[in-house]
């Protein structure tokens, strides 16, 4: 399963960004799939996830100014960003959690990351 993830740039705080990420592959079913960000000097850590039964968390930092969502026949999730603030600055990381047939176990995937800057 390769991952492709886009939409990173530079926006001005207060602005807005759209993320993609489309897997490709051997795909039965994506369980799960999300967005984590580490920023520099920082760990990973968790934006948002959404289920195949569409159930979503969202961490308290982005509550109310990030969205996700997904296409299952796309499968792509995106993170609709809005209020952006420079402490959102980070790599952007997709994460898919994959079976890839009926039987076989789920595996993680992680996308190359992409970088969103919020500055003036």
């Known amino acids: 399963v390769q991952l492709q993830a886009s939409g990173g740039g530079l926006v001005q705080p207060g602005g807005s960004l759209r993320l993609s990420c489309a897997a490709s592959?051997?795909?039965?079913?994506?369980?799960?799939m999300g967005w984590y960000r580490q920023a520099p000097g920082k760990q990973r850590e968790l934006v948002a996830t959404?289920?195949?039964?569409?159930?979503?968390v969202y961490d308290d930092s982005v509550k109310g100014r990030f969205t996700i969502s997904r296409d299952n026949a796309k499968n792509t999730v995106y993170l609709q960003m809005a209020s952006l603030k420079p402490q959102d600055t980070a790599v952007y990381y997709c994460?898919?959690?994959?079976?890839?047939?009926?039987?076989?176990?789920?595996?993680?995937?992680w996308g190359q990351g992409t970088l969103v800057t919020v500055s003036s």
């Open positions: 959404i289920d195949n039964g569409d159930s979503i």
């Open positions: 994460y898919f959690l994959v079976r890839p047939t009926v039987l076989a176990p789920r595996r993680e995937h």
């Open positions: 592959g051997r795909i039965f079913r994506i369980d799960v």
